[in-house]
């Protein structure tokens, strides 16, 4: 259960860095060029112009776009770690309960078996009384067979 938890993070983990990967063609090239220019001036090579500002706010955004993927990766993160303690929780209250089901289980096992061990080792006295029982009935038996014997050899 735990490798299926980790397992989740991941995949998740997976999906968060490889959606904010940006795949742009950076240049490679060592003869990039870099002047400022005064209203009026001629530019020395051709290219493209940015204000100062343009310039601010590219570089503004670049920031932005990192503080906002660091604030995803956060929120992702803290989602999943949330609900990765929410199934620790859980399990661990399930632990709990059933841990509390065996205990009552096994008392009522030993409550049981104490019942059973004194009604097993109970020392009644009533071997005098299956005695009597016996020989009346032995007894009783006897007179039954003498009259019977006697009245089968009287016919």
């Known amino acids: 259960m735990f490798l299926k938890y980790i ?12 959606s904010t990967v940006v795949f742009a063609q950076t240049s490679t090239s060592t003869n990039a060029k870099f002047t400022f220019l005064n209203r009026g001036d001629v530019a020395p090579f ?3 112009l940015f204000s100062v500002e343009a310039t601010a706010k590219l570089l503004a955004e670049k920031e932005k776009s990192k503080q906002e993927c660091n604030l995803k990766i956060k929120y992702e993160t803290d989602t999943l770690q949330a609900k990765c ?9 399930e632990l709990e309960i059933e841990k509390k089901k065996y205990n009552i289980i096994v008392a009522a096992q030993d409550e049981e078996i104490t019942r059973l061990q004194e009604i097993a080792t109970e020392t009644g006295n009533y071997d005098s009384l299956w005695f009597s029982a016996g020989v009346v009935v032995g007894i009783i038996t006897s007179v039954a067979i003498f009259f019977a014997a006697a009245e089968i050899v009287k016919k």
């Open 85 to 93: 303690k929410r199934d620790i929780d859980l399990i661990a209250s």
């Open 46 to 48: 051709t290219g493209t």
């Open 7 to 18: 397992t989740i993070i991941l995949i998740n983990f997976f999906f968060v860095f490889s």
